[in-house]
């Protein structure tokens, strides 16, 4: 079975920094292209970031440039983001992707995992 874990989540003050990770299981993701989305209460899922197959190309959110960083260890079977000077703008349920495509932005993936929480409060 294929699935997509997210971890990482949690609550963090204005500011502040976490990094996410998405493990990959049930199957070799090292071909997939790789992204992040989140959704905020009431809010539609919106793209973060992606990340090609070999890690070569990265694109952003205009939302998060500068503040996220998206990688990958395809050893590890797993994609991170990075994320600094996080604002109550980024909370949100993060969801890691995969895509055999590369079209940055698309929701039409392969795969989705289950999120994981973000929440920036004081």
């Not at 952003?60 to 983001?81: C, E, M, Q």
Request: aromatic share 12%; hydrophobic share 35%; charged share 15%.
């Amino acid at each position: 079975q294929v699935q997509l874990v997210e971890s990482g989540g949690g609550s963090v003050q204005p500011g502040g920094s976490l990094k996410l990770s998405c493990a990959a299981s049930g199957s070799t993701f090292s071909n997939y292209h790789r992204a992040w989305f989140r959704q905020a209460p009431g809010k539609e899922r919106v793209f973060v970031a992606a990340v090609t197959w070999n890690g070569r190309l990265t694109y952003y959110a205009d939302s998060v440039k500068g503040r996220f960083t998206i990688s990958r260890d395809n050893a590890k079977n797993t994609v991170y983001l990075q994320m600094n000077n996080l604002g109550p703008e980024d909370a949100a349920v993060y969801y890691c992707a995969a895509s055999t495509i590369w079209v940055p932005g698309t929701k039409s993936n392969n795969y989705w995992g289950q999120g994981t929480q973000v929440t920036v409060s004081s």
